[in-house]
């Protein structure tokens, strides 16, 4: 039969995932000559054979391809035939721009768990143990292509044995770019607060040890820096709390397996599935309240965040004595969490009594992902490790642009052709190191993906620093509002085009008329929207601080409400209410709210609950478990009224009725019932209406509320009942780390007009 030659470009996750030793394996296989190499421009493969043997390849090629790689094209050329007489792998080439996508940080694989605990295994033990279906990939690349010279372990020559093997194609670890042993790879070592060495015959045993013993250690992982401490010394996670600044907000645990989190948490299939997962993430599951673990890890909390080792260093520490641990980030507070061991060093000795590190350079800072199940599917909280840099695909090509995200729970974006790579958590952008940590990962993203954007979006809020970073630099700039980039985000994680009606709650962001946005009902698409609806402004009094005291809001609508007959509420008794009073009459420091996540305060604080929160959404979060998971009978529909061309909710019947609850002693679980109810139907009721109006019967849920379970599900099962086609997150965050992706959507939509 007549040789044919054929040049493919295979285009996705197809470096650093196996993919040129599976080529190898499949052309051998199948009797092809040719060679595969990586190149910017993706992984090119030559193939010469007979027309049968060409097809085949074409055939299995999907079907077998190793686990972690994701083939998104693949584009075809016959070139002529030459006299090769085997296939062969050959080294990167550098030339066109990048088009290939780099796997995010996977978790240990099973195979080599299996030789980490073998004790006839070179490795055994090894605390970086890895292969080309698991390890780090995205925090340790420098540069591309994605070769072992471009990364963090470029410091570590490979010995005579781990050489042979990375340039085995049979072998699993054939051209993984970490690969090493205990004779060439990093090493792990313990110091004391000064940095001084604790010399150990096994530092991860020591280290054990030394969590039994009540210490806190700061351990370094895949994507930075952990404190860690024993999950059943209730005085060991005081002491952690004290020294991170983090009073109530809930601890993360790493559990040994899953049997241990039965123990702690329900586990659902869909629970159990991510858990298990190459991306690993906390997922936050039903607490069974044991007394396994120290009642102030998620105090006031009805949910645990769970994850499973998803390092081997993690594997040898819940090996031992240990099976849970509080890992949470290594930082103070909201700065962003270490990667350096000097840095650490510096950072984390008032917090941690000993820390655990290790020679293999952290490139990029990747915090953990965070997940929750809501109406059965799985639903990020926090993209992060295990998650970005994968991108999200588009339908059609676009521009390149670069989206800087807002100023809490900040996520870059930056697209090319139908991807748009939405990078890490970057976190709350309110202090120096996170705005430095910004400004770095914008300058990773676009070197390892060779991207240029045409343009910059912004979120409009003037003062935010992402904002600021924007206008100095010497690339178009095109401002968001920020409520249309949440819509226009959950568009594009359902690949919408048409325009939709847009039901966007969340406690802040800046609208178009200089007020704070945060309760509104929208109809648009990427190109415009019009605000259609909205909770009445009312007065915040000092701003953040009545954000952090939510007795002053519920005391704010109460006045703007009633006037000087304030009602008795047994909440605000014994409150010194006359400064605020005062504030509020005088117009000083009180900027106007519509924000659903503030009403949500308010309404928590009048009934009984947090008055002065700790954490972000403290109020909202305990108000909603209050319910006990249901929704009240007892519900009102508060209606609207017509003001300035817009439908507004007024704020009358939402406090008349609420005081009235209160008088006839009301529980505060009856409160949230009804308060819950009232809003589903209140939504449904507006939503309604602008379907009538607008003819449009697609409605997208957005906005940081709609983490709200009791609300979210509530409301979903609602509008379906309704006949509304209704879309949600299932990609990117709900909350404000998912908007870059609708500032890029917004921004090549922009672009191309």
Known sequence: MTMLRRRLTINGIVQGVGFRPFIYSLAKDIGLVGSV????????????????????????????????????SVQKEDIPALDDSDFTIIASHDNASVSTLISPDVALCDACKDELFDVKNRRYRYPFINCTNCGPRYTIIENIPYDRPFTSMKHFPLCEVCHGEYQDPSDRRFHAQPNACPECGPQVWLTDQKGKKIESVDPVSKTIELLVGGKILAIKGLGGFHLVVDASNSEAVAQLRLAKGRDEKPLALMVRDLATARELVQVHQ???????????????????????????????????????????????????????????????????????????????????????????????????????????????????????????????????????????????????????????????????????????????????????????????????????????????????????????????????????????MDGTGYGTDGTIWGGEFLVGDAAGFERKAHFEPMPLPGGEAAIKSPWRIGLSYLHQVFGNNLPDVPALKDRDIQPIIQMLEANINSPLTSSCGRLFDAVAALSGGRQEIRYEAQAAIEFMQAAQNEIGRDSTRFGFTEFNGARVIPMASIMENLVSRISDGRTQTQLSQWFHSSLVNSFSQVTDTLRDESGIDQVVLSGGVFQNRLLFEALLGMLNTQGFKVFTHKHVPTNDGGIALGQVIIGQNYLRK
């Open 270 to 504: 869909k629970e159990a599935d991510i858990l298990l997962s190459i991306q690993s993430p906390i997922v936050l599951c039903a607490s069974l309240a044991k007394d396994k673990i120290a009642p102030n890890i998620a105090p006031g909390n009805d949910r645990l965040g769970i994850m499973l080792p998803y390092t081997p260093l993690h594997h040898l520490l819940l090996s031992g004595e240990l099976d849970t641990l509080v890992m949470t980030s290594a930082n103070f507070s909201e700065e962003p969490i270490c990667i350096d061991n000097e840095e650490a060093l510096d950072r984390l000795s008032g917090l941690a009594d000993y820390f655990l590190l290790h020679n293999r350079d952290i490139y990029l800072r990747s915090d953990d992902s965070v997940v929750m199940e809501m109406a059965g599917e799985i639903r990020p909280i926090r993209r992060s490790r295990g998650y970005a840099p994968r991108p999200i695909f588009m339908k059609q090509k676009g521009p390149s642009v670069l989206a800087v995200g807002g100023e809490l729970k900040n996520v870059v974006g930056l697209s090319r052709d139908e991807k748009v790579f939405l990078s890490q958590h970057i976190g709350d952008l309110e202090n120096l190191e996170a705005f430095e940590f910004f400004k770095m990962t914008i300058d990773h993203i676009q070197r390892i993906f060779e991207i240029e954007p045409e343009l910059i979006v912004h979120d409009l809020h003037p003062e935010y620093l992402s904002t600021k970073w924007a206008k100095e630099q010497n690339i178009p700039l095109l401002g968001v509002q920020h409520h249309h980039a949440h819509l226009a985000s959950c568009m594009a994680d359902n690949n919408l085009d048409e325009p939709v009606i847009g039901i966007i």
């Open 37 to 72: 190499y990586n190149s910017s421009d993706g992984v090119k493969v030559d193939i010469q054979g007979n027309s049968i043997q060409l097809d085949q390849f074409d055939a299995r090629l999907r079907l077998e391809a190793p686990p972690l790689s994701t083939i998104i």
